[in-house]
């Protein structure tokens, strides 16, 4: 896994900022909203039924509390919104009201708020390890993180190129989140068979469950 070096986390922060505040990347966001905020609703409700059918378990519940990590300007919010839950979006940059402003690897929220957990921007930030532990604080128990990635992606702005998920994620999932499969995104369109803008590999949904009851969560918490 290749990781960009960065003097100092603000260093770190400000590079990140800059892809979220370029005006034609934002304004491209702006125009693509409606289409994109489709694209994430149909992807949710075919992940609602995949997890009801082999999980038993519904975690897009109406009213619900989800949260979206590194989320622009909340197409993922507006979907899930869609679907009748109580969500919000963090990202460097604000757009409300469906984005508030914050940094996904030290989360303001307090332990154990959200049923749903959402992020396709796990490869922005620079340490992968606090990334995944303040997913796993936020979570309820029996809450699920649902992971997008890409890879082989590592552009102007990624933090690090996961070029395996088995191999780049998972060694540093804290032990309160349990791993539940996976399942691989073909970025391309039914209607016409072209391929979307990505030019590397297929991504990869990874599925995870908080397990805060288990004997290793509650050593290392002191619950």
């Not at 708020?113 to 309820?140: G, P």
Request: proline share 4%; glycine share 6%.
């Amino acid at each position: 896994m290749k990781k960009r070096e960065y003097e100092t986390y603000e260093n770190y922060l400000s590079h990140q900022v800059e892809k979220t505040t370029n005006p034609e990347r934002r304004q491209k966001l702006i125009e693509n909203f409606e289409a994109r905020a489709s694209h994430f609703e149909a992807r949710f409700r075919t992940l609602r039924e995949y997890i009801k059918t082999n999980f038993t378990q519904d975690v897009f519940r109406p009213d619900s509390l989800a949260l979206c990590l590194g989320a622009r300007i909340g197409e993922e919010v507006a979907a899930l919104k869609n679907l009748g839950m109580q969500a919000i979006g963090v990202d460097l940059v604000p757009h409300p009201p469906l984005v508030v402003a914050g940094d996904f690897n030290n989360l303001k929220y307090e332990d154990s708020t959200f049923e749903l957990v959402f992020s396709n921007a796990i490869d922005h930030t620079n340490d992968i390890k606090k990334f995944l532990y303040e997913v796993e604080r936020v979570l309820t128990d029996g809450g699920y993180f649902i992971l997008d990635t890409w890879p082989g992606a590592y552009g102007k702005y990624e933090a690090v190129e996961i070029l395996d998920p088995y191999k780049d994620i998972l060694p540093d999932r804290p032990p309160g989140l349990e791993f539940k499969g996976h399942l691989v995104l073909i970025t391309q369109n039914q209607s016409t068979g072209a391929r979307s803008h990505y030019d590397y590999r297929d991504g990869m949904t990874l599925l995870f469950e908080a397990k805060k009851e288990t004997n290793e969560y509650t050593k290392r918490t002191g619950i």
